[in-house]
């Protein structure tokens, strides 16, 4: 049945914390988004992505966790592009923040900047340190 003839899309029980923790993290919801590309042809950065912004809020929507393994995250630079563009007023970039905290998250409990080696700091992109300081602040 096509959507909008009165039947409603169900998200899976499993689904529901994906789209649930981006929500929370980050305050928007990704469900108004309705895949207009505005985001994306905005962005200044989307020659660099793997996924088009508009692509990340798709498979955020769908609970498709793999785009957290996605260089777009980290690519992001925040420059709000995305918000002023979308007639939804949906910060794509507060997404992408709360993607860059669940990998964070996931992957490390506490990092300390003063003894990650001089080597390693400079392979990590700067919005992960960012975000991680955040992590540790808020």
């Known amino acids: 049945m096509p959507l909008g003839s009165g039947e409603t899309l169900r998200l899976s029980e499993k689904l529901k914390p994906f789209r649930e923790r981006v929500k929370e993290l980050s305050g928007e919801d990704v469900g108004l988004c309705y895949q207009c590309g505005a985001c994306s042809s905005g962005c200044p950065l989307t020659d660099e992505m793997d996924l088009l912004p508009s692509t990340v809020m798709r498979m955020v929507q769908l609970g498709v966790e793999e ?14 592009t995305c918000q002023v563009r979308c007639p939804r007023g949906i910060d794509v970039a507060n997404v992408m923040e709360a993607l860059r905290q669940l990998v964070l998250r996931r992957k490390y409990d506490r990092v300390s900047i003063d003894v990650l080696p001089p080597e390693e700091l400079r392979e990590l992109p700067q919005i992960a340190l960012v975000s991680c300081q955040r992590k540790l602040t808020g």
């Open 67 to 80: 785009v957290l393994n996605s260089k777009t995250i980290w690519i992001c630079s925040s420059c709000f």
